[in-house]
């Protein structure tokens, strides 16, 4: 009100000062109308101002609403999280009885499909040497024949595991069984294709001993490469699954140590006849030590045995000491452990049918003296690994066994036994969904006797294999 008073002064002063006494009263009434507009401009600035300030107080108000509502969604939303029931696990198995025995089954479904040329002659139809790479069965010094083509499901495996706690210790139990080493033909081609079912492995668990039928301590699993073949680089490798008591020890970072005592089984036989023979005349449980090496490299193993050979028949009787060693392992060669280099090597004496699936008599009968001479085997393996992608991958595998008779056996008595077998092998396997695998391999093999005779093979085969 002050400064508009002091404006309409200076107004009217400015009037007075140049107007003519005759127009002061015109002057007086348009500072009288002057005067009137500024308080119509001034009660209306007044209202717009009272407006501002009541439009930023909702503004205000509208916008603390909005807060306090996005807080309580928040609140909600975190409420609703922590409350939601965590995702269900993956339940591996089932549990049994009121011990609470948790049981897994698994295995895998395969079927393989060869194409099998030998250069010496055929191999007898549903015999094991039609089912997968046995190279004692390879025929010498026939007639070469046309190419064998066999379509088979035997290898087809199924297995359960066991586990039980039981006052602070574990026992488990395992059994596992396949349709391929069930001993005759059981079915025929021409009709049912129908095969029994056979034992491969079953044992107890408690804690570190382990009892029952199992692979021989004397073997190194982890060397076996993956082919589509039964075994794959068969007179190469260390292959016995036995009944074994056994006992394991962790004795340091990464070192575990086994020892047991196995079933004892003479393979030997007679001085001209190269048939083997399982006399059971054992009277002592071989023995069998390995010590496995893991670490972030792969894994070693060096295993050891020894065993007595015996002989007694018809008041002949004769024993003889049998040992062995064997070195093997897995290295990784990158670091995603896609590839990776396998191999075996295998000497000793009177330990022919732990190597090769017997491909050589444990120990050879002298007709003359009556005594039994070991055999000396010595056999080896090496499979590189070659991870193309994560679903395709490839294996290169070699093995070789070479048997030496005693001096004391004549060269013509010994002719018809095997003197060594070799083979070379590849595949390439691709895995389109996740435990589904389609596979093709390419084999040569080679068995020849002491007498120089020798016969070949060649094989195509394709698997297709699903495991659960």
């Known amino acids: 009100m002050q400064k508009r008073t002091i404006f309409a002064w200076l107004l009217a002063g400015v009037a007075t000062a140049t107007l003519m006494p005759a127009d002061a009263q015109a002057a007086t009434d348009k500072e009288n109308q002057l005067e009137a507009r500024i308080e119509a401009l ?22 603390l609403a909005v807060a306090k509502a996005d807080t309580k969604a928040t609140e909600a939303a975190s409420m609703a999280q922590a409350n939601k029931p965590a995702p269900a696990p993956i339940v591996d198995g089932f549990t049994v009885g009121n011990g609470g025995t948790r049981i897994k089954l698994g295995g895998f ?8 040329r030998w250069s010496d002659g055929d191999v007898a139809a549903n015999t094991l040497g039609r089912d997968f790479y046995l190279p004692q069965s390879i025929p010498v010094g026939g007639v070469r024949e046309s190419t064998d083509n066999d379509f088979s499901a035997k290898q087809t495996r199924l297995w359960m595991n066991l586990e039980t706690q ?9 059994i596992e069984t396949d349709f391929q080493t069930a001993a005759g033909t059981q079915g025929t081609e021409r009709t049912t294709n129908g095969y029994d079912l056979a034992l491969r492995r079953v044992f107890v668990q408690y ?12 073997q190194f699993v982890g060397a076996l490469p993956e082919s589509t073949d039964f075994v794959g680089p068969t007179e190469g490798t260390v292959f016995v699954r036995q009944p074994l008591v056994r006992y394991s020890m962790p004795i340091g970072k990464g070192l575990v140590i086994h020892a047991s005592v196995e079933n004892p089984e003479t393979a030997m036989a007679n001085q001209g006849a190269p048939a083997l023979i399982e006399n059971d005349d054992d009277s002592l449980p071989d023995f069998a030590a390995r010590l496995n090496y893991n670490a972030s490299f792969g894994e070693l193993s060096l295993a050891g045995l020894l065993r007595q050979l015996s002989f007694d028949n018809g008041g ?4 003889v000491t ?11 060669l990158d670091s995603a452990k896609r590839y990776d280099l396998r191999f075996m090597a295998t000497y000793g004496q009177g330990i022919g049918r732990y190597v090769g699936i017997n491909f050589a008599p444990d120990a ?3 007709t003359g003296t009556n005594q039994l001479r070991n055999v000396e085997t010595i056999a080896g393996l090496a499979a590189l690994r070659l991870g193309w992608t994560p679903k395709l991958r490839s294996t290169l595998m070699a093995s070789y066994q070479e048997a030496d008779y005693a001096s004391g056996l004549s060269a013509a008595s010994t002719a018809a036994f095997n003197k060594s077998a070799w083979s070379v092998a590849g595949n390439l396997f691709w895995s389109p969904a996740a435990g589904f695998d389609l596979g093709v391999e390419y084999r040569h093999g080679v068995r020849r006797l002491v007498s120089g005779v020798d016969g070949k093979l060649d094989r195509v085969e394709f698997a297709a294999k699903y495991s659960f």
């Open 166 to 174: 039981v006052a602070g210790h574990t026992l488990k139990g395992y």
């Open 364 to 366: 050879v009968l002298a």
């Open 207 to 218: 804690d570190k001993l382990t009892i029952g039928q199992d692979w021989s301590t004397f």
């Open 42 to 63: 001034e009660r209306a600035f007044g209202s717009l101002q009272g407006e501002l300030s009541s439009t930023k107080a909702e503004n205000a108000e509208l916008r």
């Open 322 to 332: 049998g040992y062995g060693a064997s070195v093997a392992g897995k290295i990784f």
């Open 109 to 116: 479904l395969k079927t393989v499909a060869s194409f099998s």
């Open 316 to 319: 002949i009787h004769d024993e």
